[in-house]
């Protein structure tokens, strides 16, 4: 029998590839295929291994009480369990907060970092006090109805225009989620503490991704990553804090526009695997 302390999370190869990894850590309330499309797109030998976060997808949850510290922590478990023991890890919007707890909290293990429309600040009172009440309605529904709104919050204007197939796309993967590990994430989301000096104390080479059209974390909210990564102890130059802004995108740029996130993703792994 697996203790909760070493239960591991799912875990998909979505690219073939040898050497350092990309882990990537997927959005809410979605799991590891929103990257498929992108993961297609990167360098040829690229590995990428996309993994369920605690109550998603395929990760069951496993009586922790939610925190993104704990995801973080079971992200971490989990590839050292399957002998990774470093990774370029790339987050999307609660995966970017889950991709920051890693960098705090297991730093020998993130060699670089990518922040996929996101951002380092904790939510205002009153985003905690929406995320609480959704966590509420799902578990009194036991139902994902709460967040079935979200697609339409999610994607950018231009998809809103041009690309409806990825409507039904998104509802499906929404409606796949269990009540129970929508409501774990929310109040995860909810608790989570501002990390932007994890930034600033972070030694290694950062990308960070925003499409234009990005209403949930929108430019401002990369920029302040950027300037935070920038200010590293190292005295990194702004290279090595890459900004890429990308037209035509929402909050779900590397779903919307793949090709051009893959490419800002594969420059940050071949600047990384040049300083390791």
Not at 45 to 52: E, K, N, P, S
Not at 183 to 202: E, G, K, N, S, Y
Not at 245 to 255: D, E, I, K, N, T
């Amino acid at each position: 029998m697996t203790s909760q302390a070493t239960r591991k999370l799912a875990t998909f190869t979505l690219h073939e590839g040898g050497g350092l990894p990309l882990v990537l850590l997927h959005g809410f309330p979605l799991d590891h295929r929103m990257w498929a499309a992108c993961a297609e797109h990167l360098p040829p030998g690229t590995r990428a291994i996309g993994v369920d976060l605690p109550g998603a997808g395929h990760s069951d949850l496993d009586g922790f009480p939610p925190s993104i510290e704990h995801a973080a922590d079971s992200v971490y478990r989990t590839m050292i369990a399957e002998g990774e023991g470093n990774a370029v890890v790339v987050g999307h919007s609660m995966g970017g907060y889950v991709a920051l707890a890693l960098a705090e909290r297991h730093p020998g293990f993130v060699a670089g970092l990518g922040l996929v429309d996101t951002k380092s600040t904790a939510d205002s009172e009153e985003a905690r006090a929406k995320r609480l009440r959704i966590a509420a309605a799902v578990d009194a529904n036991q139902t994902v109805d709460a967040v079935l709104s979200m697609p339409a919050a999610l994607v950018g204007a231009t998809s809103t225009e041009r690309r409806r197939h990825l409507f039904p796309v998104l509802d499906s993967w929404i409606r796949a989620q269990s009540p129970a590990g929508v409501a774990w994430a929310q109040r995860a989301m909810a608790a989570r503490p501002d990390r932007t000096i994890v930034l600033h104390r972070f030694d290694a080479p950062v990308a960070v991704v925003v499409g234009a059209e990005d209403a949930i974390t929108p430019l401002a909210d990369a920029e302040h990553m950027v300037r935070a990564a920038a200010g590293s102890p190292s005295g990194l130059s702004t290279g090595d804090a890459a900004l890429t802004l990308v037209p035509g995108a929402g909050h779900m740029s590397m779903v919307e526009e793949p090709q051009a996130v893959a490419a800002a993703l594969g420059l940050l792994h071949t600047q990384v695997v040049a300083h390791h």
